[in-house]
Antibody
Framework: QVQLVQSGAEGKKPGASVKVSCKASGYTFTTYGISWVRQAPGQGLEWMGWISADNGNTDYAQNLQGRVTMTTDTSTTTAYMELRSLRSDDTAVYLC??????????????WGQGTLVTVSS | DIQMTQSPSSLSASVGDRVTITCRASQSISSYLNWYQQKPGNAPKLLIYAASSLQSGVPSRFSGSGSGTDFTLTITSLQSEDFATYYCQQSYSSPRTFGQGTKVEI
C-alpha cells in the first residue's frame, strides 16, 4: 500500500534552517511528484511547492522563493523539504503529499502524517 | 494567484442531514477542482478530484459538481464520521491554492 512517512518534530530558533524528509513506499516513486503543504496552528492549508520525482523539476510558491528547496533521492525514494531563515510564522505542521499530474487531472492523493516544526527563541 | 472562497465557513448539522458546501474560484478553473476532508490531528484525505470524480474508497454519499468558477460538495445523509473540515483546492494553475475550509459540526 502507498505510504508516505515523515521525519519527526523539530524545534528551531529564528534564523535557523530545517530539513524535513518524506519516505515513500508502495508505488513507483518516479511516476509521481511530491508536493509540500503546511498548516499553521488552527489555520488552513498552504501549498508550498512541488517537485517531480522523475526529473527533479520544481515549482515553488512565490512567497517562499529563495528560502525553500525541495529535493528527492530516488535511491531511497525519499523527498526532502528544506526551509531556511526560519521565522516564528513558519511554525506549522508540514505535510508531504503524492501529487498526480495528468493532462486532465491534478491532485494530492496520499499524504504523510505531518511534521510539526516549531520556531521559537 | 487564483483565490478560492468557500461558504459557509462553518455549519451545524445532524446525522442524516444533507449538507452542501460551495467553493468559488476568482477565475475560471475548468474542472480542476479537488475536495479534501480533514479531521483534527490528521492529514487531509482526498474525496473528490476533477470536480466530480469520487476517489477510490470514498463513500458514495459524497459527490461533487460544477465547472468554471462555481463548485459544490454534497454529503447526502451525513454520518457521525463526516464531522470534519472540508477544503476545496484548485489545480488549474500554480500556485495551487486552497479554500479557507468549512467546518462541519454537530
Amino acid at each position: 500500500q502507498v505510504q508516505l512517512v515523515q521525519s519527526g518534530a523539530e524545534g528551531k530558533k529564528p534564523g535557523a534552517s530545517v530539513k524535513v524528509s518524506c519516505k515513500a513506499s508502495g508505488y513507483t516513486f518516479t511516476t509521481y511528484g511530491i508536493s509540500w503543504v503546511r498548516q499553521a496552528p488552527g489555520q488552513g492549508l498552504e501549498w508550498m511547492g512541488w517537485i517531480s520525482a522523475d526529473n527533479g523539476n520544481t515549482d515553488y510558491a512565490q512567497n517562499l522563493q529563495g528560502r525553500v528547496t525541495m529535493t528527492t533521492d530516488t535511491s531511497t525514494t525519499t523527498a526532502y523539504m528544506e526551509l531556511r531563515s526560519l521565522r516564528s510564522d513558519d511554525t506549522a505542521v508540514y505535510l508531504c503529499a503524492r501529487h498526480l499530474v495528468t493532462s486532465s487531472e491534478d491532485y494530492f492523493d496520499y499524504w504523510g502524517q505531518g511534521t510539526l516544526v516549531t520556531v521559537s527563541s | 494567484d487564483i483565490q478560492m472562497t468557500q461558504s459557509p465557513s462553518s455549519l451545524s448539522a445532524s446525522v442524516g442531514d444533507r449538507v452542501t458546501i460551495t467553493c468559488r474560484a476568482s477565475q475560471s478553473i475548468s474542472s480542476y477542482l479537488n475536495w479534501y476532508q480533514q479531521k483534527p490531528g490528521n492529514a487531509p484525505k482526498l474525496l473528490i478530484y476533477a470536480a466530480s470524480s469520487l476517489q477510490s474508497g470514498v463513500p458514495s454519499r459524497f459527490s461533487g459538481s460544477g465547472s468554471g468558477t462555481d463548485f459544490t460538495l454534497t454529503i447526502t445523509s451525513l454520518q457521525s464520521e463526516d464531522f470534519a473540515t472540508y477544503y476545496c483546492q484548485q489545480s488549474y494553475s500554480s500556485p495551487r491554492t486552497f479554500g479557507q475550509g468549512t467546518k462541519v459540526e454537530i
